[in-house]
């Protein structure tokens, strides 16, 4: 089992940044893959970016690239999220996920989720 408990959501203004944080527990085979999904009222949720931790590749939605950052520190077994010049459309509930492997940005592949947390971003 994978328990995963994400923080660090809050409100900004247009152009500010956050860092969110995603705590792992459980069985550390079981999350080789983690990812960010975000989920807009009337939306879909979506894939933000993943990582694979074996060997620390990346992927990124093309609407974040090169904002966003995903990044985990083993040690802690924390994931996190640093997400830079924000914007009005960013805005949504984050949710952290992990899966054992075959790391994809398909929401549907994820086996493990958080319970999320809110970013709003301001004009």
């Known amino acids: ?7 660090g959501g809050g409100s900004v203004h247009h152009g500010g940044s956050l860092r969110l944080s995603c705590a792992a527990s459980g069985d550390r085979t079981s999350r080789n893959c983690m990812a960010w999904f975000r989920q807009a009222p009337g939306r879909q949720r979506e894939a933000v970016a993943r990582i694979y931790l074996p060997i620390l590749t990346t992927d990124y939605a093309d609407a974040v690239r090169g904002r966003f950052t995903i990044s985990q520190d083993s040690y802690t077994n924390t994931l996190y999220l640093q997400m830079n010049n924000l914007k009005p459309e960013d805005s949504a509930m984050y949710y952290c996920a992990a ?17 999320g947390t809110q970013v709003t971003v301001s004009s």
Do not use: K
Not at 1 to 7: F, G, R
Not at 99 to 115: F, K, P, S
């Open 1 to 7: 089992q994978v328990h995963l408990v994400e923080s």
């Open 99 to 115: 899966r054992q492997d075959l790391c994809t940005m398909v929401e549907a592949m994820y086996i493990y989720w958080g319970q």
